[in-house]
């Protein structure tokens, strides 16, 4: 989640509320999440990528959406192509919680 100033911390703050809105709709009761049926990773970028959960460490919609509500907001740089990397080369790995394909 782009974490930049450009963004501003309101308008982050819209975006946590309606992303966690979001994955309730997609993922509602029965939670999918504690079946195995579902993943989730975040990231939050600006200047630096900092990982906040990985595909293994939520195991229901609630604990997923706290994971993006907690999310500070850090107002720096935007760099985009750092976090795109970020994820290829770091998020999606076994070891991360997701299969190989």
């Known amino acids: ?4 100033g450009s963004v501003t911390k309101p308008l982050f703050e819209s975006g946590q509320a309606e ?3 979001l994955l309730g709709y997609l993922c ?3 939670d999918p999440f ?3 049926y579902q993943q989730a990773a975040l990231i939050r970028f600006s200047t630096y990528v900092t990982e906040m ?8 919609t609630q604990s997923v ?3 993006i509500l907690n999310m500070q ?8 192509a750092t976090a795109f990397n970020y994820a290829k080369n770091t998020m999606f790995k076994a070891s991360k ?3 190989s394909v």
């Open 1 to 4: 989640m782009d974490s930049s």
């Open 19 to 21: 992303l966690a809105r």
């Open 28 to 30: 509602p009761r029965p």
């Open 34 to 36: 504690a079946k195995g």
């Open 53 to 60: 959960f990985d595909f293994n460490d939520n195991i229901n």
């Open 65 to 67: 959406q706290n994971g």
């Open 73 to 80: 907001y850090t107002g720096r740089s935007t760099c985009s």
């Open 97 to 99: 919680g997701t299969f």
